[in-house]
């Protein structure tokens, strides 16, 4: 997601700067190059020498005549991105007044005037992140481009983000955003039919591609809606804040009968600019019964057929560009290329991304990128697959 990224991170003085070396690693797990740059506040809450180890590079801790903050920030300077996290309402209310009295602020107010991406993960207590000249100074950095990544309003702090959301902004800041001002649904997950109270009909689906696939739409600039099918063993409140399942890189609609994924897809895709359907949903439903099933007896089951969501889409949406996802088991390449094909067809699909059922709830997949005219293979880690998937759209919408 960050391969090859150089990314200065600026430290400011809040307790959560107790975060950067772990913040430091999970940027360099997503390929970034990472260097540091801390305020005199910050170096009292975090040794200058735990950043100088977790980046493998020297740390600024003040500016001097080698123009340190030109070095990173100005015109083809290092950074890509200058990533200021923690930031203090101290820090954020100087760089909306251009004061620079610390190598963080130094670093901004250069990196503003140069072009390169700045991204702001505010921390501090929520009282001072309410303060209307905090709340005016955040609208009017961003005013200038910058990229805010919201804080988590718990136990009276506001704080810092999650790794995950900040590494996904970075990346977002970063990247080409070729699907910048589209509209993208992502349908994901496994969807489940009631048989009684307690049991249910469902698949193997952990909801892993249809995630990253989202995320990969907003690294590159989309606004993703993600209905979610939010059964079986990869809930998607586990990457959620406590209290709720708001994930940062979409609108989650929860769901959970195909019916409702129906529903809900309809409804996103109405002001919608794609789809893509990596969502397991349920082919057949039951009456749902109105007590438990006593155990001990022979059991028929009536299975009635569920509606096709992209064929309903496609009746309701006729242009919209829909990319379809499609599982076998016969493990053969051409018995997949053909399936594909019929789907591609049949609901006029932009592409179809084909893989078997194997991969279900694995981190490593294999698919056949299956389009009118070509076939592309990959094999990969699933946010890999997300990325192919997530540039093909935008050549598709473009």
């Known amino acids: 997601m960050l391969e090859g990224v150089n990314v200065a991170l600026g430290v400011t003085g809040s307790i959560a700067a107790v975060k950067t070396v772990e913040l430091t690693h999970e940027l360099q797990r997503h390929g970034a190059n990472v260097r540091g740059v801390m305020t005199g506040s910050a170096r009292g809450i975090v ?6 180890f977790a980046t493998e590079r020297d740390v600024v801790t003040e500016i001097t005549g080698a123009v340190e903050h030109v ?6 300077g290092w950074a890509d991105v200058f990533l200021i996290a923690p930031a203090t309402a101290n820090t954020v209310g100087k760089i909306a007044s251009a004061v620079d009295d610390t ?6 107010t250069t990196a503003l005037g140069s072009g390169t991406p700045v991204v702001v993960a505010p921390a501090m207590h929520e009282p001072m992140y ?7 100074a955040i609208e009017r950095v961003e005013s200038w481009g910058v990229d805010f990544v919201d804080p988590r309003l718990e136990e009276g702090k506001a704080k810092i983000a999650s790794e995950e959301a900040i590494v996904l902004e970075v990346a977002r800041a970063a990247g080409d955003r070729s699907l910048e001002g589209e509209r993208v649904v992502v349908t994901s997950g496994a969807t489940s039919e009631a048989i009684d109270p307690v049991r249910v009909l469902t698949n193997r689906s952990s909801g892993k591609m249809g995630r990253a696939v989202a995320k990969s739409c907003y690294v590159r600039g989309a606004d993703v809606t993600l209905v979610h099918g939010d059964v079986g063993p990869h809930p998607l409140s586990q990457e959620s804040p406590p209290g709720g399942t708001s994930v940062p890189y979409a609108d989650v609609r929860e769901v959970e009968s195909a019916a409702e994924m129906l529903e809900a897809t309809l409804e996103a895709c109405e002001d919608a600019d794609a789809l893509v359907c990596v969502a397991a949903i349920s082919d057949y439903t039951v009456e749902r019964r109105p007590e438990k099933i006593r155990s ?3 059991l028929s089951l009536d299975l ?3 509606p096709k969501l992209i064929d309903r889409v496609r009746d309701r949406r006729p242009e919209l560009p829909i990319v379809g996802f499609k599982t076998e088991t016969s493990g053969d390449d ?5 399936a594909a094909r019929e789907t591609l067809e049949r609901a006029d699909l932009a592409f179809v991304v084909a893989n078997d059922a194997s991969v279900m709830g694995a981190d490593h997949t294999r698919a056949l990128l299956v389009h009118a005219s070509d076939v592309a293979r990959f094999e990969g880690s699933k946010p890999g697959l997300a990325d192919e998937v997530a540039a093909s759209l935008a050549v598709v919408v473009d």
């Open 47 to 52: 040794h200058p020498w735990a950043l100088e």
């Open 71 to 76: 070095d990173l920030c100005g015109f083809e």
């Open 296 to 298: 001990g007896q022979d």
């Open 304 to 306: 009635e057929s569920t």
């Open 334 to 338: 051409g018995a997949m290329i053909d």
């Open 130 to 136: 309410d303060h209307p000249g905090v709340l005016e």
């Open 103 to 108: 190598p963080v602020t130094t670093c901004a």
